[in-house]
Structure formats: C-alpha cells, structure tokens
C-alpha cells in the first residue's frame, strides 16, 4: 500500500510533476527546504482511486473455445460462456448436449457472436471436425478453455473398459481438443486454461477413474507449459473443490442422506463456510485468460475458499 500524498504546509513541496489519472498513479517530487534552500528531496506516488478505473480485460472479439459448456443453466462451462459473452469476447460451446443451440441463440439475441458445435468429446474424429468447423467460421482460436468433465464413480466394480471411457472424457479429450487447436493458438498465441479438481490432489474415494484423469489434467498442464513456452503459449490450470453447480447438486439429491452430507461439506470449506460460486470461478478464468495475467503459466490455481491448503485445526470455529 503505497502512502497517499502527505498533508505538507503550503509551499514546501512542488507540484506533481507528473499525474496519470488513467493509470491511477500520482508521481511526485517533495522537496524540504530550510528558509527556502532546497536541502533534500524524495519522490513519492500514491496510488488514488481513480472512478473510471475499470479493469479492461482486453478479450473482446477474442475467438475463445469452451470444451463441455452446453451443460445445465449455472454449471462451471454454462457460466464461463456466458461470463466471455459480457466481456465482448467470441465463446465457442463445444459440447454433446443439444441444448448448446439455445446457449448460442441467447448469445445472439444479446447482440453477441458465438457458436456452437455438437461434439462428443470422447471421439477425436468429432474433436477434430469441431476444430476444423470453428477455423472455417473465425480463421483463427485466440483461447481455449478444456472444461468437460464428469465424476462418474468409476472404481473397483467398473470394468477396464469403463476406466479407460473415464480417462478418455476426462483426460484424454484434453489432449485431443488441445492437439487440434495448436496450430491456431500458435499463430494467436493464445492461452490454455485447463480445469482441474482437487480429487486429484486430496483423493475422494470411489472414483479411481476420474480421480487419474484430472491428475493426467494437471501433469498436462505442467507439461505443456514447458512445451509451449517457446510459442509463448501459457498454460494453466483452475483448481476447483466444492462449487453448487446443477451437477453437484444431482450428486447431493442422489444421496440417501444428501442433505447431512452437504452441511457437513460446506462446514468444512474455510473461508466463508461456503460452496465456490460458479461465477467466482468463471470470473478467475476471465483473468487468467487475459493478457493481464501474461507471466502466469504453469500455475495451479485454486478457487476453492481455502479448501485444499488451510490448516482447520488454526481456523476459528463457527457458533
Ligand atoms: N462442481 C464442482 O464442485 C467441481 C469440482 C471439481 C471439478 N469440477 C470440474 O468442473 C468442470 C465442470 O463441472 P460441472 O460441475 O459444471 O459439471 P457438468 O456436468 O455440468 O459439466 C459437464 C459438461 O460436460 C458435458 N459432457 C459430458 N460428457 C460429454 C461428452 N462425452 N462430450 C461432450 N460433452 C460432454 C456435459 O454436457 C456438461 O456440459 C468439470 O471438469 C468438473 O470435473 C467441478
């Protein structure tokens, strides 16, 4: 926090010699002076509020690819698209469910380019096909978001094949999505920003299948970062724990007890004793995948309330 400029009596320093009202800062020289002989001087700034700060993300007209974004009104993809829409940007829903259509047409009605492409994402050729169809319609990716994902319990019951069906949605249509967008992301340099989940790092039981992916997810991420540096390519991950999204809540509903269960999660989450808003999460990705954030890459990024790394045991308790 830098000091705000201080309360001199008149005449002992000089005017601002250089005022940046859009950048907010106020640089300044102080001078002390002793029966008006400057004896010292130091500089100082500070940083003032300016009201017409607005933090410019700089993504309009940004060709930005949402991979499972068609899901329910208020999933994690659902919102992200919405959330580049208000942001000008130009989102890509890239999804199995028809219901994308209707997420493409509500983006027209608000005077807002997007498109959507019907996409299996467990099927390359479909992968590939989609990537082919965005580049005829924009001739270029300036982003793309691997999203889709399914905690789909596939453990020591499921067969060999269930498990390699996990790790194809989960992981590996990560790496097929990415595959084929690579050569627009090096033209545009755009970023990547995978979706990660904190069952890779915490475990979760019942859902080996899953849990192998999303940890595929992060070594991807660390991988590619390293690869695709050279491009200037950044390449993170968003790690999420526990967000109320239509998804979950068919999970809790799915529960004999689901009710005790939720309380007894959300008791857990540190800070606010609350779940992760979809849109808290999708505004963390704006930023990510905005040119303010251009020395960030490799990063796991949590937007859990503190859920993986506080401590609970120092925590204050509740009531
Ligand atoms: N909600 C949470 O608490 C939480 C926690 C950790 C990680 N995540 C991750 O966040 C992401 C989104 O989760 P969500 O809660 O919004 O779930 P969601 O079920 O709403 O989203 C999954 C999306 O994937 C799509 N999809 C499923 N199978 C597909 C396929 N074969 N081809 C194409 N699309 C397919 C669905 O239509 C849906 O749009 C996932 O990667 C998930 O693992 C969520």
């Known amino acids: 926090m830098y000091p705000d400029i201080p309360d001199k009596p008149a005449g002992s320093y000089d005017k601002p010699l250089l005022c940046r009202e859009a950048n907010t800062l106020n640089l300044g020289i102080e001078i002390k002076r002793n029966q008006g002989t400057p004896t010292a001087f130091s500089f100082f700034h500070s940083a003032t509020p300016q009201t017409n700060n607005l933090m410019d993300l700089g993504l309009k007209d940004k060709v930005i690819v949402v991979s499972g974004s068609a899901g329910m009104r208020g999933s994690i993809g659902q919102t992200i698209v919405s959330c580049l829409g208000q942001e000008g940007a130009i989102p890509v829903i890239v999804d199995r469910n028809a219901r994308g259509l209707t997420y493409e047409q509500e983006l027209k009605d608000q005077g807002i380019d997007g498109l959507f492409v019907?996409?299996?994402?467990?099927?390359?050729?479909?992968?590939?096909?989609?990537?082919?169809?965005?580049?005829a319609k924009y001739g270029r990716i300036d982003g793309l978001l691997n999203n889709v994902g399914v905690n789909d319990g596939v453990n020591w019951d499921s067969s060999y094949e269930d498990f390699m069906q996990s790790l194809k949605l989960n992981v590996a249509s990560y790496f097929m999505l990415t595959k084929c967008a690579l050569p627009y992301l090096k033209e545009s340099k755009g970023p990547i920003l995978n979706i990660g989940s904190k069952v890779a790092l915490t475990g979760q039981g019942g859902t080996s299948g899953y849990a192998a992916a999303k940890g595929g997810v992060l070594?991807?991420?660390?991988?590619?970062?390293?690869?695709?540096?050279?491009?200037?390519?950044?390449?993170?991950?968003?790690?999420?724990?526990?967000?109320?999204?239509?998804?979950?809540?068919?999970?809790?509903?799915?529960?004999?007890?689901?009710?005790?269960?939720?309380?007894?999660?959300?008791?857990?989450?540190?800070?606010?004793?609350?779940?992760?808003?979809?849109?808290?999460?999708?505004?963390?990705?704006?930023?990510?995948?905005?040119?303010?954030s251009s020395h960030t890459t490799g990063q796991f990024l949590f937007v859990d309330g503190g859920y993986v790394h506080l401590d609970r045991a120092l925590l204050p308790q509740k009531g």
């Open 219 to 292: 070594a991807l991420t660390r991988e590619w970062a390293v690869d695709l540096i050279r491009y200037d390519i950044r390449v993170n991950a968003l790690i999420i724990a526990e967000s109320w999204t239509p998804a979950y809540q068919n999970w809790i509903d799915s529960l004999e007890h689901g009710e005790e269960k939720l309380t007894s999660i959300v008791a857990t989450i540190p800070l606010q004793n609350r779940m992760t808003t979809p849109e808290e999460i999708a505004n963390t990705c704006m930023f990510i995948l905005s040119d303010l």
């Open 118 to 135: 019907q996409t299996d994402m467990t099927q390359p050729e479909q992968i590939e096909a989609a990537i082919q169809k965005i580049v």
